[in-house]
């Protein structure tokens, strides 16, 4: 078996100048002095075992940052007037410094939203969310209903997210979200998201299911299909303007009428991923060795990483060859998703495997047959048995209190 | 074509009435970051993003504290008769946003 890596599309010999004026989407493909906006992994522990996280995630890194490195990332995001991070995981909240490093930021005007599967959201902390500002709180929740969302996010996983929604709700938090993730299992639930969502006065947030992490191994299990997406697609030009999408849906615009938003890959232009052990990536959902910048630990911080490093420098540049750029979508779609490309094993210059004019498809199926999808070494995922863990993949669940089940079930 | 139309990423639709007679500001609760093309601009308040697309648009910004209408800074910042109509624009769709505010004038 051999893996052999796509590689990035060749960077032109002498880059090209940005030009002065002109749209805006063109400027960023230039990148910017610092990213818009930053996803900040605090830690790769999580209680859940999600089957398609993008980051692997499960056990604690011992190399993770400790609270005073945080703060001085967290210093020099203020100094790079980065006005507000994504805060991530693995699951932030059961990291003991959490509420500290939110407060940290927060008094440093760099404002936070974190994700979180709302396992530490009892009453008294979403009253002290509430309470406080600059922050926001994105619950994740993979289906509307706990049958959809816990065979991919595990058992318990629905009671979780809602009774914390619910006291956020009760708190009179405003504007908190709830973050889905579309796939072939739920997608037909989007109005019932919506509905949910509304039910608690919160605001709605889809994005694209990406081949990261774990979730290359349900990738073909769970992506929706061609005629999902084509529904996916009405379904935003409808909807789209009460509903957040983090752009990530780009590729979809290629039908015809371009989605609201930024169509273009931002990945080391205008967004990067800091991890939980420092590494700065070029996306959240490219944790790879191919896309590591460096490490928020080295001489000059993150700022040299994001201004200096070889990899962003290259990716700080339009794509100018490639089939793509022959295709008469190209100005809308842009190619795509380089991380969905990356892991399925398709050359970054070339269609996106969801591509909607069915060009991914046919990439996917010229696909040398020994050719293997990269894979990310870098993976967390808890070793044994998880309580409640997720049964898409068949794996019996373990109840997840022992008393849910009969005690003498099984020893007839 | 270049525009100097700051296209918003987010926009708020509160209703805001832009005279350019009047004096103006930069908003307090907002940030300006340098960028290469001009700048980005960030209202801590609403969390609203936007981007300034030209350098001369964000000394506008900058100057409009200093006089006491937006035509008077258009020219004390020497912008281009042609150009005049867009950067009023742009200044509605700054103010709509919130970027910037009405200034009291020292009785």
């Known amino acids: 078996m051999t893996a052999v890596l796509p590689s990035r599309p060749a960077a032109p010999a002498a880059r090209p100048d940005r030009p002065v004026g002109g749209r805006l989407i063109d400027q960023f493909e230039y990148g910017l002095d610092a990213p818009i906006c930053l996803t900040w992994e605090l830690t790769y522990a999580c209680n859940l075992a999600c089957v398609h996280c993008l980051s692997s995630s499960g056990r604690r890194d011992p190399r993770e940052l400790s609270t005073a490195e945080a703060e001085r990332v967290i210093d020099e995001l203020q100094r790079m007037q980065v006005f507000y991070v994504n805060v991530g995981g693995g699951e932030p909240t059961v990291r003991p410094d959490f509420w500290h490093l939110l407060d940290y930021a927060i008094d440093h005007q760099v404002g936070v939203k974190f994700s979180t599967n709302g396992i530490k959201l009892d009453r008294k902390r979403a009253a002290q969310l509430a309470a406080t500002d600059y922050v926001d709180v994105q619950l994740s929740l993979d289906g509307a209903t706990a049958e959809v969302n816990d065979r991919v996010r595990g058992t318990g996983s629905f009671a979780t997210a809602t009774r914390a929604l619910e006291n956020l709700a009760e708190a009179g938090m405003k504007d908190f979200k709830v973050s889905v993730v579309v796939t072939r299992e739920n997608v037909g639930q989007l109005d019932q998201f919506k509905a949910l ?45 009460n509903v957040l999408t983090g752009d990530s849906f780009f590729h979809l615009s290629a039908y015809g009428e371009a989605l609201p938003g930024l169509n273009l890959c931002g990945a080391g232009r205008v967004v990067c991923l800091i991890d939980p ?19 928020v630990r080295d001489e ?36 795509g998703c380089m991380a969905a490309k990356f892991f399925t094993g398709l050359p970054l210059d070339g269609p996106d495997p969801e591509c909607v004019q069915g060009y991914g498809e046919t990439a996917l199926a010229a696909r040398d ?19 409640g863990q997720p049964t898409l993949l068949g794996i019996p669940s373990i109840p997840a209190k022992m008393c849910d089940e009969s005690p003498l079930a099984g020893m007839q | 074509m270049t525009t100097t139309e700051p296209a918003a990423v987010d926009q708020d639709p509160p209703a805001v009435v832009f005279d350019p007679d009047l004096p103006w500001q930069r908003a307090r609760s ?41 035509h008077a800074t258009l020219t004390a910042c020497a912008v281009p008769e042609a150009q005049r109509g867009a950067y009023v624009k742009a200044l509605a769709d700054l103010a709509r946003s919130q970027m910037i505010e009405r200034r009291e004038l020292p009785a």
Not at chain 1, 280 to 286: E, K, R
Not at chain 1, 369 to 387: L, M, N, Y
Request: net charge neutral; aromatic share 10%.
């Open chain 1, 197 to 241: 969502t509304d039910s608690f006065g919160a605001q709605l947030r889809i994005t694209r299911f990406r081949p990261s992490g774990r979730g290359a191994d349900v990738w073909d299990q769970l992506h929706p299909t061609q005629a999902q997406q084509r529904e996916l697609y009405h379904w935003l030009l409808a909807n789209g303007d």
């Open chain 1, 277 to 295: 052990v420092g590494d700065v990536y070029a996306c959240p959902f490219a944790i790879h060795e191919d896309f590591l910048a460096g490490n």
């Open chain 1, 300 to 335: 000059g911080g993150f700022q040299r990483v994001w201004q200096g490093s070889d990899l962003f420098q290259e990716l700080r540049s339009p794509q100018t060859g490639g089939a793509c750029t022959k295709c008469a979508h190209f100005d809308a779609c842009r190619g």
């Open chain 1, 369 to 387: 047959a020994d050719r293997t999808a990269p894979k990310s070494h870098i993976d967390h995922s808890h070793t044994g048995p998880v309580r």
């Open chain 2, 30 to 70: 907002v940030a300006m970051r340098p960028e290469p093309f001009g700048a980005l601009v960030y209202h801590f308040g609403n969390r609203k993003l936007s981007f300034l697309k030209s350098k001369l648009l964000v000394r506008v910004v900058e100057a409009l504290e200093q006089h006491e209408s937006v």
